[in-house]
Nanobody, 123 residues
Framework: VQLQASGGGLVQPGGSLRLSCVGSRRTNSNNGMGWFRQAPGKEREFVAGINWNGSSKSVADSVKGRFTISRDRTKNTVYLQMDSLRPEDTAVYYC?????????????????WGQGTQVTVSS
């Protein structure tokens, strides 16, 4: 199983980006999915999660009201819409497929990981 994350880039504070995570097989259409991020010198942290059919979602307090997670199971794709970006959102963002149908806020419950996409928020 491969997960391909894309959509990162350089954006000014207050701007928006949409990250996408495409799975190579049906696995991630039946699994919970998560987005994590890791900034230089910091531990990887949970950003957002969504269950297998999108009926349950959660985002970290640090991004609540600014980031939205969604998925399109027909396309094996999970999205992270990021609005009102701040410099502290700068990090490498990773998508991951949970080992089950739900999601978790701890990274060690995720079975498959994408390669990461860099998001830089700077003027």
């Amino acid at each position: 199983v491969q997960l391909q994350a894309s959509g990162g880039g350089l954006v000014q504070p207050g701007g928006s980006l949409r990250l996408s995570c495409v799975g190579s097989r049906r696995t991630n259409s039946n699994n919970g999915m998560g987005w994590f991020r890791q900034a230089p010198g910091k531990e990887r942290e949970f950003v957002a999660g969504i269950n297998w059919n999108g009926s349950s979602k959660s985002v970290a307090d640090s991004v609540k009201g600014r980031f939205t997670i969604s998925r399109d199971r027909t396309k094996n794709t999970v999205y992270l819409q990021m609005d009102s970006l701040r410099p502290e959102d700068t990090a490498v963002y990773y998508c991951a497929a949970h080992s089950g149908a739900w999601f978790a806020k701890v990274s060690n419950e995720y079975r498959y990981w994408g390669q990461g996409t860099q998001v830089t928020v700077s003027s």
